[in-house]
């Protein structure tokens, strides 16, 4: 029996088999090999050479078929690279034959010496090192063998998936029915793998590292989301015991919440984040003021093209309708950093969570981000639909995105297309740039909805999926209160709503303290629903406030939670998480 | 060498000069079937780049102005220059 401790991105507990997809870590080659060898490298070079083209070509019918040409003649380019005797495929053979290099190693030496050589040119030349470097991981990848196994072949029942990150494709063919747990090397909560499993309902766990590596397939695995642990060969008492629990939450789960109040009965309003249609029916009956945040990505995602106008309309009319009258705030897509369809976005970014991302990724595929948007205000007509944009950063860049929303709104007039003229459009605050510039946003927005997990990471630097840094990623730390109460305090004087729809809204731990900053509207997975209740009614908002306002004048974020601790202490419970 | 069979000299007059797109496109032609047999040198100053290498037409990191020479050689080398002198001509569509 052995634990490996990962970071929860679903939560909930799996008991089964473990099925191993693709290999788990690895490290970029620096080897040598005999001369005898030396045919054989050159051969295997080749045939990745000819197996990466055919990819690529691949990829570029259909990029053609959803973005039209333009996107077609970008990935010629690449091809162009791959057919180049003279500097790239000449050379490489070189390095085998004369340096004796394998080939995945002879591969990273030349295209390192061609990149720091554009790197040394004017612009746009080195724009073209992401193209360079993307055809390097294919080649290296073909050369490791490092091809995923498939996951459309016939699954064992009760299967937990195994990888070190599921790809886009992969969770698209992935056989639903069998899969009941996620455990990952890498990957961030926002990656396929933790969207998808958000989406079914099951547990996954990422950022299990390179012990994940010595998990065989077939052994039986609990996963843990609660413990934040994969545990690898159980006994039967733990098996016994996990089985017991799973029984006790789906029992749970199914209850209507009751009001979302106080001790003191202060209500607070509770909505639920919700990626797909599929769970809808089952929300009405759990008490809650609407949908706080429905994330569109799943709808592009692990798809065979884009969705269209009408697919999406139809998609967002089952939502609104199912919802109605209750309010549902659908976020427009926020692809980019570690979430990324690679119809859309197929080059790798050196630093992605900096860089075309989110909104601004929206901006510069405007077609799809105008497919969307007519979409929304299409199925406006059949609910309470508020259209969200994602890591709005000022007032300015809402202004961009709301000229977006009126030049598909005068589309549709013109075409004599019924949408709602008012639907409230509002921003999603995830950068500590946007708190600080609040005043002016929130003026201009009709609504601002807090991404906690984004805005963490921003302020503090950290990205909770690297462990070596992951026991930094502190919600409660008093730079992100600040901020926090920030935002809070500006929506409050200019009367606009606003909602927390991060984790941290759904962890019972810091019920009290965004209760005691003001932010009395929160957003999360519906499994979390009610445990936030029963949290919320052991306090009152007097305490509440005190809480908060002491974390706030914290030195640091050990003071912060000790003062937390000491909180939840006072009602004799253990802290745990969420 | 031996002297080129065909030659020609034209000035590079879209915007961003010789980046990705355009240098796709002179390889493009360069490759072509019609071509096949062409071998073709594009000469900027004392630089040169095979027009059928995509890496080292993009090296010479020509900017707007620069005059650029194709040198072709073997059967078909006049069609070859002059294909390519029509797409700089025509800024590369750009």
Redesign the interface.
Known sequence: MEHIGGITVSDGIAVGVAVIVGSVERDTPELQVARARVPKEIERFDLAVREVAADIEELRERTKATLGGDAG?II??YL??L??????LRPIRTLISEGRWEAASAVVRRFRD?ME??RG??E??PS?IP?LLDIQRRLVDKLQGVEAASLTGKLPKNCVIIADDLTPTQTATLDRQRVIGFATAHGGPASHTAILARHLGIPALIGLGSGLGRVAAGTPVIVDGFHQRLVVGPTTPMVRNAKARLRRLKDRALRDVGAARTRDGTTFELFVNIDSDESIKSLNSLGIAGVGLHRTEYLYLGRDHTPGEEEQTAHYTRILKAMSPKPVVIRTMDFGSDKWDPRIHSLREPNPALGLRSLRLSFAYGEIFTTQLRALLRASVHGNAHILFPMVSDAEEFARARACLAEAATGLRAEGVKFREDVPAGAMLELPVTALVGESLFAAADFISIGSNDLIQYTLAVDRTNRDVADLFIPHHPGVLKLLHMAAETARRLSKPITVCGEMAGMGLYTPVLLGLGLTRLSMAPSRVRDVVDEARRCDDATCRVLARAMLEAPGPEASGRILRAHHESFRRPTRRG | MTPPDATATVVLKNEQGLHARPSALIVKTANSEPFKAVSVTLRVGTREADCKSIMEVMMLASPRGTELVFEARGSGAALAVQALVQLVDAGFGE
């Open positions: 003649s010629n380019t162009m690279f057919q180049d005797e003279v500097s790239i061609l050589e554009l040119l004017p746009p030349l073209r193209d």
